[in-house]
């Protein structure tokens, strides 16, 4: 069993939609979760970062970080074209320890 | 200022070939990482630096060396290399909370 299982996807949502992106974990020991944006042949870009459970909302982005399920989520309001990209979803115990991705969902929002 | 620069962007070199990639962060980040990200995967982390010195290497060959030579600069030297490391090389810094900012990355391609 991996650490961190994402959906790889695609996932194709219309235009306007809310889209909801998920992760699971298998070690209690994570204390921050992030999520990455990243675009075709560019760096992972920081969206979100939380530590330890609750709700964190940043414009049309909102995260989720349930400790007790092991379940994190990132919610798009309004989907747009330009959030057309691979979400990683990335967590760690802390310090300067390892950071563990998820495999990635590829989001298509269709004009 | 939120900025991992890297340098080259692209880069193709021979397997006898001797190169190095560069990072730079002005964050004052006290961690700064190496990553190598092959296509449609997360990216793989390679090597962690934290206060200058190396405490992560994740079974890496050697031929790849890292360097930090100070706190904002992180060097990958690259020697006798395969065909097979063709891929994304991604920097990235944080502070002790893992708040990870990668860079753009440089798209290595060995001939």
């Known amino acids: 069993q991996k650490e961190v299982e994402q959906d790889p996807g695609p996932l194709s949502v219309p235009e306007g939609a809310i889209v909801s992106l998920n992760c699971t974990y298998s070690?209690?020991?994570?204390?921050?979760f992030m999520w990455y944006r990243q675009y075709s042949r560019k760096g992972p870009e920081l969206l979100m970062y939380?530590?330890?459970?609750g709700n964190k909302e940043d414009g049309r982005f909102t995260a989720q970080v349930d400790k007790s399920s092991k379940y994190i989520s990132l919610f798009i309001r309004d989907s747009q074209p330009s959030d057309s990209a691979t979400y990683l979803c990335?967590?760690?115990?802390?310090?300067?320890?390892?950071?563990?991705f998820g495999t990635g969902t590829k989001l298509q929002v269709i004009p | 200022d939120t900025e991992v620069t890297q340098t080259p962007k692209h880069l193709v070199m021979g397997m006898t070939n001797k190169k190095s990639l560069k990072c730079e962060q002005h964050?004052?980040?006290?961690?700064m990482y190496w990553y190598k990200q092959k296509a449609k995967k997360p990216p793989e982390l390679m090597f962690v630096?934290?206060?200058?010195?190396?405490?992560i290497n994740e079974s890496v060959p050697s031929r790849f060396s890292p360097e930090c030579p100070n706190s904002s600069l992180l060097n990958l030297h690259l020697h006798a290399l395969q065909p097979e490391d063709s891929a994304l090389y991604l920097c990235?810094?944080?502070?002790?909370?893992?708040?990870?900012?990668f860079g753009p990355g440089t798209r290595l391609t060995v001939l």
């Open positions: 630096y934290s206060y200058e010195k190396l405490s």
């Open positions: 070690n209690s020991a994570f204390q921050y």
């Open positions: 964050m004052g980040h006290r961690a």
């Open positions: 939380t530590y330890s459970s």
């Open positions: 990335a967590m760690s115990a802390g310090g300067y320890q390892k950071v563990t």
């Open positions: 990235a810094s944080s502070n002790g909370d893992n708040e990870q900012f």
